[in-house]
């Protein structure tokens, strides 16, 4: 029974995938003199790091949770369902702002600026770390599980070092993979594990595999029942945080986003990714794991000793070697995304000797510098996959609360105004918290793990801290706008006693700004050009707004609060017009719920002006210009004329 479905599955799949290499524009097609890179393309770049993992998550995940570990793969999976949507939403942000590629990196920086966005990077370049790391000791660990030395921790070490090495050269000489070579091994992936799946399916029973999954749902039954609610959650959270290494892959989707046309192929992507990786990866953890052999005693070749189990060495053996070579391809992904995103941080900062090339086009300097870290990194931890996992699942989640907690404060801040998509800021609010305390719970019993991240963070953020006070582009967008010298010579050029101070936000109505010009009298009674000013606090991050008016100046908010920037001006002026009267206005809150809550907050610092400028006056108001429109009515006859009204009477 097994050979027929075996075969009936692969002749299957042999014309399914025959039919879509005749399909033109499967993988790239070209749009104004550009090739893009399909759904398909990104996703199938996507998965093969998921592919990746299934060699390594189940095992971690058993070796600290036990048989429950099954169990908890696939609620992991739903939860990374529900936050790839967070994720499509974010693509959508980034495209509407033109910032191209960067991922959690370049979310950050435009959401928090130059300082969390170092934490971002940090994290993330601890998962490429990790993701090299942890994918060439598997890979030595698949490949040699049928030889002698499948036991020696430091041939292990010493060939895993040698993969690295390996895929530096080839990154460096300039050998690339491209779309379609990805999309052949990713085929060669899919009936490998195709079969492997429908086998171990055939064989369920006969493996005596229901009582170990009726047992493992038990226990996690059990784990989930001890204590009170907060136990529950506890027991949940800590199981959560060891299966999401299963998922390692999810997060790339976004980094690819510069190579396709929109955020609508990052959407579809991920529900590429979902309705695929929802059941395959689950499914294969839980044929693996309900296997009839001591899952301790094969931590580093899970995937491979199972299917020997199931089909014999030589199918084994084609497992060890599609491992050894997708894993080898995981490594390749964290070389080119980590330089790729080292080679945005050089731009931006314009460190050009950091993005030197060499003649093969190759950011040769970049690559030795990921290949020294990552050995180091190897040699630190001796290429054990317990410690590298550990550090994997710390650098993965901290990037994940990263990218939920910005997208929380975006949301909030500026509600749905710019996007198409969006999601409930609730649920993100539930995820963001479900990951933090991921977070915690790994920080907690991952000490080794924990420590490795936090001194790689506190170094990335030490150095980029240093370069961005220097080359950060903030510098230039400080210049571009105004000083207040120029504000206090404007106001010196009008001899009216009185001075209006207009602080103004994004969206707030201009009072007249536009329509006035110098010499013409305001339709506000006492207020012209020349007594006035439009006064602008804006971001450096965010760059500097167009300079509307000559009465309109721009302060930049760079080292100071908008609080502490307004009382710094309100005494300069009142130092400088002493014998002028004064009159601050501040506009009426209108940006969104978060902005208008905030300003309720900074009520508490506004209604001390008063107190600290007494001959001032303050206004907060709302000013509009559209008038109601007037309606004519008709005119109508007397009643005494009008014969409507008249019938009847004599």
């Known amino acids: 029974m097994k050979t027929i479905a075996l075969i009936g599955l692969n002749l299957s799949l042999l014309g399914l995938f025959l039919f879509l290499l005749t399909r033109r524009h499967l993988l790239t097609y070209h749009h104004k003199r550009r090739l893009w890179l399909t759904f398909l393309a990104v996703a199938v770049i996507s ?70 966005s170092f934490v971002a990077m940090a ?117 959560i945080a060891f299966c999401i290494l299963a998922y390692s892959g999810i997060e790339s989707v976004i980094q690819t986003a510069g190579l396709v046309r929109n955020w609508q192929d990052i959407r579809k992507a991920y529900w590429f990714l979902i309705l695929t990786g929802v059941v395959a990866v689950p499914l294969i953890s839980m044929l693996a ?77 970049i690559h030795l510098m990921n290949a020294t870290f990552f050995s180091g990194i190897m040699l630190l931890t001796s290429g054990k996959q317990d410690i590298l996992a550990g550090m994997f699942a710390i650098g993965l989640v901290a990037s994940f609360c990263i990218n939920m907690g910005c997208l929380l404060i975006y949301r909030y801040r500026l509600g749905t105004v710019e996007i198409e998509y969006h999601t409930s800021r609730f649920g993100t609010l539930v995820l963001w918290i479900i990951l933090v305390s991921c977070f915690g719970v790994l920080a907690v019993l991952r000490i080794q793990g924990t420590a490795l991240w936090a001194s790689v963070t506190a170094l990335v953020l030490i150095v980029g801290l240093l370069i961005s006070r ?46 006035r010009a110098p010499g013409l009298e305001s339709l506000e009674p006492g207020i012209s050009a020349w007594n006035s000013v439009y006064i602008t606090f804006y971001s450096p991050r965010a760059g500097a707004p167009p300079k509307a008016h000559p009465n309109h100046f721009r302060f930049s908010l760079s080292k100071h609060t908008f609080f502490q920037e307004m009382v710094y001006l309100l005494r300069l002026i009142e130092t400088e017009f002493p014998d002028r009267h004064v009159v601050v206005h501040i506009g009426w809150p209108l940006s969104s719920w978060f902005d208008r809550l905030s300003m309720g907050v900074m009520y508490l610092k506004l209604i001390r002006l008063p107190w600290m400028f007494p001959a001032f006056g303050f206004i907060m108001r709302y000013t509009t210009r559209v008038s109601l429109p007037f309606r004519r009515l008709k005119p109508q006859r007397p009643a005494q004329d009008n014969p409507e009204t008249n019938r009847g009477r004599p």
């Open 470 to 515: 220097r080359y950060a582009p903030e510098i230039k967008e400080e210049f571009k706008g105004d000083i207040t010298a120029d504000m206090i010579a404007y106001l010196l050029e009008s001899r009216e006693r009185t001075v209006h101070l207009f602080f103004r936000r994004g969206r707030e109505p201009k009072h007249g700004m536009d329509e």
């Open 123 to 239: 994290s993330i370049m601890v998962a490429y770390t990790i993701t090299a790391c942890i994918s060439a000791v598997s890979a030595v660990g698949n490949a040699i599980s049928f030889t002698a030395y499948s036991q020696s921790p430091n041939i292990k070490m010493y060939l895993a070092l040698g993969i690295l090495w390996f895929v530096a050269g080839l990154n460096i000489a300039g050998i690339r993979q491209n779309a379609r070579f990805t999309f052949g091994v990713f085929i060669l992936a899919a009936i490998i594990f195709l079969n492997l799946i429908v086998s171990g399916l055939i064989d369920f029973e006969r493996l005596g595999a229901w009582a170990r999954l009726h047992s493992a749902y038990a226990t996690a039954a059990a784990d989930l029942q001890k204590g009170s609610w907060l136990t529950h959650y506890g027991t949940f959270v800590h199981h």
């Open 289 to 365: 794991l309900t296997a009839p052999f001591d899952i301790a005693r094969h931590t580093d070749d899970l995937i491979t000793h199972y299917a020997t189990i199931l089909n014999g060495h030589e199918f084994g053996m084609m497992v060890a070697a599609l491992a050894a070579f997708t894993l080898t391809m995981t490594v390749n992904t964290a070389f080119v995304a980590s330089s790729e995103m080292i080679e945005r941080v050089a731009l931006r900062y314009n460190l050009t000797w950091l993005t030197a090339v060499n003649r093969r086009h190759s950011l040769y300097r």
């Open 47 to 116: 998965w093969m790091d998921i592919f990746g993992s299934i060699f390594y998550a189940p095992p971690e995940a058993y070796r600290f949770i036990g048989s429950s570990a099954l169990v908890f793969i696939a609620l992991t999976s739903l939860l990374i369902g529900f936050m790839s949507t967070r994720f499509t939403e974010i693509a959508e942000i980034l495209e509407h702002h033109k910032i191209i590629g960067g991922g959690v990196y370049s979310f950050a920086y435009f959401v928090l600026g130059p300082t969390v």
